[in-house]
């Protein structure tokens, strides 16, 4: 997959990186990763700038943010409660869960959606449950805008610095990627295991 993306980059510049980036968004497994450091590579040996990549990165990112925001704004809290009535049960969920979910995104969802941005994976989604929670667009924007400015602009400097180097760079995130991923796993079961506890204390 890795020489496909490169080719893009290398056939069309700085519209070839924001279709793969907002396309990253969208399929999470893409690797954002690659195209950033490569981007930031490239600019040694052709017109492209690390400014323009930047830019077009990040333009391509806050396109796929919008796209999942749209998604989670067709599931709304309506439509989750009547998939708590029929599959309630068996996903051991109330409706009581998806107030509370809601009301926490409420009230931490500005500075989630921020955050997570620097998150692999999670950067993506959480375009999702803010579409869910009515989160307020130019705020979304704003926010989504900022956190993906600073990892691009990171990544685009990382590729640019290290020359030749760059894929060193995109073993680094690999690694970073895959703690991060143990980690929401760990944190995923201690919720299960918290919330059954729960359950049965009732």
Request: charged share 15%; with cysteine.
């Amino acid at each position: 997959m890795e020489n496909w993306l490169i080719n893009i980059i290398n056939e069309y510049g700085y519209m070839g990186i924001l279709l793969l980036i907002a396309v990253e968004n969208v399929f999470p497994p893409v690797p954002s990763e690659v195209i950033l450091t490569f981007g930031g590579f490239i600019t040694h040996s052709s017109s492209l700038t690390i400014t323009g990549v930047v830019i077009a990165s990040t333009a391509g990112s806050v396109i796929g943010a919008v796209f999942l925001y749209g998604i989670g704004l067709q599931i709304d809290v309506s439509r989750l409660e009547r998939i708590v009535d029929k599959w309630g049960s068996f996903l051991r969920l109330t409706k009581k869960d998806i107030y509370r979910a809601d009301a926490w995104f409420d009230k931490y969802g500005p500075w989630t959606v921020f955050f997570c941005r620097f998150v692999p994976l999670i950067r993506s989604l959480i375009s999702i449950p803010a579409g869910m929670s009515n989160m307020n667009l130019p705020l979304f924007l704003a926010l989504t805008t900022f956190g993906t400015l600073i990892w691009n602009v990171v990544l685009v400097n990382l590729g640019a610095s290290v020359g030749s180097s760059w894929e060193d760079i995109v073993h680094y995130m690999d690694l970073y990627s895959r703690v991060i991923y143990v980690l929401l796993g760990i944190l995923l079961i201690l919720l299960f295991v918290l919330i059954v506890k729960r359950r049965r204390g009732k």
